[in-house]
Every structure is written in structure tokens, then in C-alpha cells.
């Protein structure tokens, strides 16, 4: 069975200080792997996804950057935090083929940036 | 532009009672994906359709690309249905837009 994990759970920081939110698959070999990001009160957004080690495609820009270092890690980060960067991320997984496949969400990260 | 329109926003149901949500699109979709958030705030899984109709216990979903809408049915609402439903579309390309979702509360 496949098992996805973020970390960390919640984290808060400092306008300015950098961040760096982690995701691995296992199980599940090449997945397409995304990050979405929900402002308190907001719609989910889908930011990056990726269908292969080492290409991300950026979907909205939020001066966030991620990568995929491995073919099971999906990392978001960025050297400065905005106030505007709080909200809840998630990263998902889908099977490998076009976009029409079944998503499944990690537990999500909580960041609130203060 | 906006490409999910989920309606109703909020809606509140009697134990045994039912009713449907609703997601129209302004763009013709691959596929829709229905999601309830847990108390964590994750998103479970409910259906994924291409196409047509699934069922799975009191629940049953309906997506219509060329129509462009899909719905989601709830039927003998329990009071642990309670909570957030969301609809997500698959516009192509590895794009999935979400809908704003449906706070659903089932009161005895």
C-alpha cells in the first residue's frame, strides 16, 4: 500500500527566515507528485507539481520554489517568508498518465508566519 | 478565472434527509475528483469519475463533462457526515482546480 508523509506537521516562523516543507511517497513507483497551498478562508491552490525526478513545473506563482530531489521526495521551500505565505499545504500523489488520475493528499502542513 | 463553481457554500440537513452539492465548470473537464476534509484538515477520497455515475453506500456522484457539472448525492444523512466537501477537476496538462467547498452540518 502506498503511504504518503509530510513534515513538518506545523511550524511557525518569522517574516523573512527561510522555510522548507518535505513530502515522500512510498510504495509507489514515479508518481506525479503536488503541491497545494489554502489561505485561512481560501480556495485550495494547486502551486508545483512534478511528473519525473528533477522537473517541476510551477503552476502559481507565490515566490515559493519546490523540487524533487528523488523520485519519492517533493520539497517546497523558500529563502524568505511573506505574511502571505500562512496557510495549510498539502502534497498529493497521482498515478503516472495525464492528469485525469485519482489525487491522494498527505496530513498537511500548518505554517503560520508571524 | 475562476473554472470550479461549488454551490451551496454551507448547507444543513436533518438525520434521514438528503440532498445533492453541485460543481459547475466553465471549461470542459477530464475528470472530477469529490474529497471530504477530515478533522485534521486533509482531503479523503470519495469518487473519482471520468465519466457517468458512482455509487459507494449512501453516496452517489454524477459528472458530465460535455454538460460540464458533476454532483455529489447524500442520502439517510448521518450526523458523522458532517463536515467540508470539495470537488476538484482535472483540466489537463497535471492541472487540478478545486472548488471553494460545501460546509455540510446534519443535525438529529
Known amino acids: 500500500a502506498q503511504t504518503i508523509h509530510q513534515w513538518p506537521v506545523a511550524e511557525i516562523k518569522a517574516v523573512g527566515s527561510p522555510l522548507s516543507l518535505g513530502c515522500t511517497i512510498k510504495g509507489k513507483s514515479s508518481p506525479n507528485l503536488y503541491w497545494y497551498w489554502q489561505a485561512t478562508g481560501g480556495t485550495l491552490q494547486q502551486l508545483f507539481y512534478s511528473i519525473t525526478v528533477g522537473q517541476v513545473e510551477s503552476v502559481v506563482q507565490l515566490n515559493l520554489s519546490a523540487s524533487r530531489p528523488k523520485d519519492d521526495q517533493f520539497i517546497l521551500s523558500t529563502e524568505k517568508l511573506l505574511l502571505s505565505h500562512s496557510g495549510f499545504y498539502l502534497c498529493a500523489w497521482s498515478g503516472q498518465g495525464a492528469s485525469a488520475e485519482t489525487l491522494y493528499f498527505g496530513s498537511g502542513t500548518r505554517l503560520t508566519v508571524l | 478565472g475562476d473554472q470550479v463553481e461549488q454551490s451551496p457554500s454551507a448547507l444543513s440537513l436533518h438525520e434521514g434527509t438528503g440532498s445533492a452539492l453541485r460543481c459547475n465548470f466553465t471549461?470542459?473537464?477530464?475528470?472530477v475528483q469529490w474529497f471530504r476534509k477530515n478533522s485534521r484538515g486533509s482531503l479523503i477520497n470519495l469518487f473519482y469519475?471520468?465519466?457517468g455515475t458512482k455509487e459507494n453506500g449512501r453516496l452517489k456522484s454524477a459528472f458530465d463533462s460535455k454538460e460540464r457539472y458533476s454532483t455529489l448525492h447524500i442520502r439517510d444523512a448521518q450526523l458523522e457526515d458532517s463536515g467540508t466537501y470539495f470537488c476538484?477537476?482535472?483540466?489537463?496538462?497535471?492541472?487540478?482546480?478545486f472548488g471553494s467547498g460545501t460546509r455540510l452540518l446534519v443535525s438529529p
Open positions: 476538484a477537476a482535472a483540466t489537463g496538462g497535471y492541472k487540478v482546480v
Open positions: 469519475l471520468a465519466s
Open positions: 471549461t470542459t473537464m477530464r475528470a
